[in-house]
């Protein structure tokens, strides 16, 4: 059974920017979890989505927001880049109270 | 306030060593706590433990959860060089309603061994 997938995996973004980062889940699974790590904060959750609804967002501002299709993949888009949005955003495909996550995506902002 | 916590934060030992890695917690709703392995970018899934008492074992790698107390340790026997990388605990909380399977991670332990 193939894994979870994200696209792009390395992106170099300027501030002002906007970006979109997409993600497909492990065939079957019909829920979505995105996750932002850095260095000082390390892993936090972003939001949640099951079956097209957002199910649970975390603490970070209106510029981050996402969506989910009805074939269960997922995407999450960043408005307005700052130099702070640098990291590694992973997302996590879950069944059965596991998440499975994906390789990542390493935005860049310069 | 960080709801989990993780203990050290870096730890180096040489192959063959036992390590015992630390995570409390403290959430309202407990619902299961996790282990991942992270070595170049995605987690990769370890454990999950949902009641105390009860140690789940992966070849050298073993886990147990103190309810109670409200901890998990992770402990590597006779360890490899191939077990360099962070560890990292996750808490699940019960979201009344929503069904959320939302994840409150500690900062990790970074783990080096060397030949």
């Known amino acids: 059974k193939a894994g979870v997938t994200q696209t792009p995996r390395y992106l170099i973004k300027t501030r002002g920017q906007q970006v979109t980062l997409s993600c497909s889940p492990i065939s079957g699974h019909r829920s979505v979890s995105w996750y932002q790590q850095t260095p000082g904060q390390g892993l936090q959750f972003l939001f949640e989505?099951?079956?097209?609804?957002?199910?649970n967002k975390g603490n970070f501002p209106g510029r981050f927001s996402g969506r989910q299709f009805s074939n269960s993949r997922s995407e999450m888009n960043v408005s307005t880049l700052e130099l702070g949005d640098s990291a590694l955003y992973l997302c996590?495909?879950?069944?059965?109270?596991?998440?499975?996550f994906g390789p990542g995506t390493r935005l860049t902002v310069l | 306030e960080d709801k989990v916590v993780q203990s050290p934060l870096s730890l180096v030992v040489h192959e063959g060593d036992t390590v015992t890695l630390n995570c409390s917690y403290e959430v309202t709703n407990f619902r299961s706590l996790l282990w991942y392995k992270q070595e170049k970018k995605a987690p990769t899934f370890l454990f999950m433990l949902?009641?105390?008492?009860i140690e789940k074992k992966s070849g050298r790698l073993s886990s147990i959860l103190d309810k109670k107390e409200l901890f998990s340790i992770l402990n590597i026997t006779a360890t490899q060089t191939g077990d360099s990388a962070i560890y990292l605990c996750?808490?699940?909380?019960?979201?009344?309603?929503?069904?959320?399977?939302?994840?409150?991670f500690g900062k990790g332990t970074k783990l080096s061994v060397i030949p």
């Open positions: 949902t009641s105390s008492g």
């Open positions: 989505y099951f079956s097209e609804t957002q199910r």
């Open positions: 996750a808490v699940q909380e019960t979201y009344s309603g929503a069904g959320s399977y939302q994840l409150t």
């Open positions: 996590a495909s879950l069944r059965g109270g596991q998440q499975y």
